[in-house]
């Protein structure tokens, strides 16, 4: 669905091959491990999830434009990540991060699929980068910084070699 199902199948065949030693790791003590950045991943998911939840509780519609969300993937482009989707280090091992991904996924495809695309076209909220979204770049938005953060993790990766 909008293409978050096969962004997530890519972060997971990179993670599926990590050991949780190497993925705790921190190549700096400043920078995120890669169970960090999958923390992140998945407490943004959460975030987004409650916010669209929010936006369709209230009930009031709002158009939103097309906005270039293929542009998330740009790095050269540095965004600070909010308080609330800052990694906490609760995270130990790939198998936990992958469960706790797993969980939020049912939580975005339940508010996505139970929902005609029309309904998700017709309720928004802010972005911090691209302005008012609709629900539905909401959920696609969650595959591209997926695919933002699979490049972080891979430079992590390549760093701890």
């Known amino acids: ?18 050991s949780s030693e190497k993925a705790i790791q921190k190549p700096t003590p400043e920078s995120w491990s890669i169970l960090e950045v999958l923390e992140h991943l998945y407490l943004m998911e959460q975030l ?19 906005k270039p969300l293929h542009k998330t ?9 909010p308080k609330a989707v800052q990694p906490k280090g609760e995270f130990q091992t790939i198998d936990e991060a992958k469960d706790k991904l797993a969980k939020g996924r049912e939580t975005t495809l339940f508010l996505a699929q139970n929902k005609e695309e029309e309904t998700l076209r017709n309720y928004a909220f802010p972005h911090p980068s691209f302005g008012d979204l609709n629900l ?22 390549d760093k701890l070699k």
Do not use: C, P
Request: hydrophobic content about 35%; proline content about 0%; cysteine-free.
């Open 1 to 18: 669905m909008y293409g978050i199902e096969e962004k997530r199948k890519e972060v997971l065949s990179f993670i599926n091959e990590l």
């Open 73 to 81: 993937t740009d790095r050269s482009y540095k965004v600070d990540a």
């Open 136 to 157: 539905k770049q909401w959920v696609e938005f969650i595959g591209w910084h997926e695919l933002r953060h699979l490049d972080q993790m891979k430079e992590i990766y």
């Open 48 to 66: 987004i999830d409650y916010q669209m939840g929010q936006a369709l509780k209230e009930g009031n519609t709002q158009q939103a434009s097309e």
